[in-house]
């Protein structure tokens, strides 16, 4: 059979991979990470999960209630404890079990993301990890966000994950993703493979809120596949301490007239290490992008990336990068980069970097604000701007992540 | 209320004001004049504290307290309040929320936005693409949030439309007017520092005592109606006479 021999063919090159350094990013040495259990138990709903979890599960932006959701999967270190849809329209389901049930998921199944491209991709391959497949149906406009969460519970886990997320001609999707560790795990490893299929005219507005700990490791690698006249929308906020994130979604908008937006909000504690990037390949005609990032360095290191590549006539693109240092030990880098191939195009960008604006925080501050106070309002009001143009009740969700974050001590 | 002894400021190393004497009494409210660069928002944004306003010799004094070294906040909330020229854009921060922090809740945006017609402007940016005009609403509002005791306003008329300078007009004299003020207990009387180049404003607060400011000094003092009639009719060039005539009067 084709599929199984393709298959070998991926395995093989795979396994050439395993050592294979990452482009960006510092190294991080495998061995030293255990696979996570891929056995514990299944709960019908998230109320059912302990206490201690469902804090965790809410401050990632995932409602234990499920209210408000059109349906809910966790991950907790390699084992699907939930996943239900509540709708018609969405199916949500293991990666496992979608395999299982259709043919056609070969279609998709590291289609997008190649398994070769660095020893985390390699991995997460060999170790044939599970994740959530979320479907919307053709010209399904699905109202409620599904939810998802992937929880590090383990001490020295390396998480591999394998996403999936298609959305057929004409529907409209949200997903909201939230990310945590639980309390107690100081050192681990998540490594996230997400392939997003944005079909004809169709929509995901996709959230990802990454609320780690300080000694976690994280390498996601994402690639959306985008058709004629389909939007994806990523919003992405990492406001918690974390020890290195590197993550570099691509966008390959290889339909005509296809837009997407990628918002970055993040903070970079004292011993964080954020290598953030967005990157939109753009090959259709007419296609367009924005790329608004918002990062803050507290004594941590932001390197914010950006990158367009401009394939075909009448694409539009604007990068805007703004990065804040608050206090002394923070680095911010800002790397814009625009690739243009034909004539007939234009892609602008605009980066900034420095210190919180003084006129700004003495203009609170003569209205009697305590400095402290100001710098806090100036901050959230700079966090606030790129997550702007989401859908009210995601906004909601990341307002009260900022909200949560004390940004009075910085 | 306020009292500014011999003040001499700098900003970025250039000597602005020379010495600049002037006091503002309690329930009074008093004009600045002078021409462009004279020093008129150098004086109030220094009264207010603000970094880059270097104060190299001199004295503020506010309610017999010697404020000179005090930070914005300690001087906003012992009850001085401004109303800025050129006030930064606040990317993000909206003015609902302005309002709000400013007026520690104790006021209603949309309430006091009807006044000054402003309630379309409380979900937008503070100052981020506002005219002239809306800048000086948006600051008289949150003045009434904060609700000091000494006004500092910086042409508060300038750049508003005909139909909007009655309401920023009455909204003056309605807060001049008001009993009490932040940052003081009992019932006094606020007081102004307002500069106009135009006296527009004359014709809704009765102010009590005009100074004329040039080359970083006060040159003159006397009726702000007068003052404004003599300007008006000779130009700033009196100056210089005015503060022979100014000195042999005190």
């Known amino acids: 059979m084709q599929a199984e021999a393709d298959h070998r063919e991926l395995k093989k090159r795979a396994e050439a991979a395993k050592e294979k350094r990452a482009a960006f990013g510092e190294d991080i040495d495998l061995d030293n990470y255990r696979s996570g259990s891929k056995d514990l138990e299944k709960v019908e709903g998230l109320m059912e999960l302990k206490e201690e979890e469902q804090r965790t599960l809410l401050e990632a932006g995932v409602i234990p209630s499920e209210e408000g959701r059109s349906g809910s999967f966790v991950l907790m270190d390699e084992s699907v404890v939930h996943s239900s849809s509540k709708v018609q329209g969405v199916e949500v389901m293991p990666v496992s079990e979608a395999l299982k049930k259709y043919g056609w998921m070969e279609e998709y199944y590291w289609k997008a993301v190649s398994p070769d491209a660095d020893k985390f991709t390699a991995r997460t391959f060999t170790e044939e990890a599970d994740g959530y497949f979320i479907r919307a149906l053709p010209g399904a406009k699905v109202k409620a966000p599904v939810q998802t969460c992937l929880m590090l519970k383990g001490k020295g886990v390396a998480q591999t994950v394998h ?117 939109a390949i753009m090959s259709g005609e007419g296609s367009r992008c924005e790329m608004i990032s918002r990062t803050i360095a507290t004594g941590g290191k932001v390197i914010a990336r950006g990158q367009m590549i401009g394939k075909a006539k009448n694409v539009r693109g604007h990068l805007e990068c703004r990065g804040l240092i608050l206090g002394e030990g923070g680095v911010q880098i800002a790397i814009p980069e625009l690739e243009a191939y034909v004539p007939d195009l234009e892609m602008t960008h605009e980066a900034a970097v420095g210190k919180i604006a003084q006129d700004q925080v003495e203009y609170l501050m003569a209205r009697g604000l305590s400095e402290d106070e100001a710098v806090g309002i100036i901050v959230r009001g700079f966090l606030e701007v790129g997550i702007r143009g989401l859908p009210e009740n995601l906004k909601r969700e990341i307002d009260k992540a900022i909200e949560r974050t004390d940004v009075k001590g910085m | ?67 000179t070294n005090l930070s914005v906040t300690e001087r906003a909330n012992r009850g001085i309040g401004i109303m800025m020229q050129r006030p930064p854009n606040l990317v993000g921060v909206n003015l609902r929320n302005m309002i709000k922090v400013t007026g520690k809740n104790r006021i209603v945006p949309e309430e006091a936005a009807v006044d000054l017609d402003m309630a379309r402007f409380l979900d937008r940016d503070v100052n981020v693409g506002f005219s002239g005009g809306e800048i000086k609403r948006s600051e008289l509002i949150q003045l009434e949030a904060q609700n000091p005791c000494l006004y500092l306003l910086d042409e508060p008329e300038s750049g508003v439309d005909l139909v909007s300078i009655e309401r920023v007009g009455n909204k003056v004299r309605e807060l001049l007017h008001g009993a009490s003020c932040a940052g003081r207990k009992g019932n006094i009387g606020k007081a102004a520092l307002v500069i106009t180049h135009t006296g527009q404003i004359l014709d809704y607060i009765e102010a009590d005592r005009g100074y004329v400011m040039c080359n970083g000094m006060v040159m003159c003092s006397g009726n702000p109606r007068e003052l404004l009639q003599e300007i008006s009719k000779m130009g700033y060039e009196e100056c210089i006479k005015c503060k022979l005539k100014l000195t042999t009067v005190n």
């Open chain 2, 1 to 67: 209320m306020l009292e500014i002894e011999n003040l001499h400021v700098e900003v970025g190393g250039r000597k602005i004001l020379k010495g600049v004497n002037l006091n503002v009494m309690s329930g009074y409210t008093n004009v600045l004049f002078g021409p462009n660069g004279s020093g008129k928002s150098t004086l109030l944004m220094t009264i207010m504290g603000f970094s880059g306003y270097k104060v190299t010799h001199g004295k503020i004094i506010f309610n017999g307290e010697d404020i």
């Open chain 1, 163 to 279: 996403n999936i997320v298609i959305v057929e001609e004409g529907a409209e999707l949200d997903v909201v993703t939230g990310c945590s560790t639980s309390k107690g795990v100081e050192k681990a490893l998540h490594l996230g493979i997400s392939e997003f299929y944005i079909k004809k005219g169709a929509t995901l507005n996709f959230t990802m809120i990454h609320n780690w700990s300080e000694q976690i490791g994280v390498r996601p690698r994402t690639v959306i596949v985008q058709e004629d006249n389909s939007t994806f929308i990523n919003n992405y906020v990492a406001l918690k301490p974390v020890r290195t994130i590197q993550t570099y979604p691509t966008a390959r908008m290889e339909g005509r007239n296809c837009f997407s937006r990628f918002n970055s909000v993040a903070i970079a504690h004292k011993g964080s290490e954020l290598d953030l990037g967005s990157r």
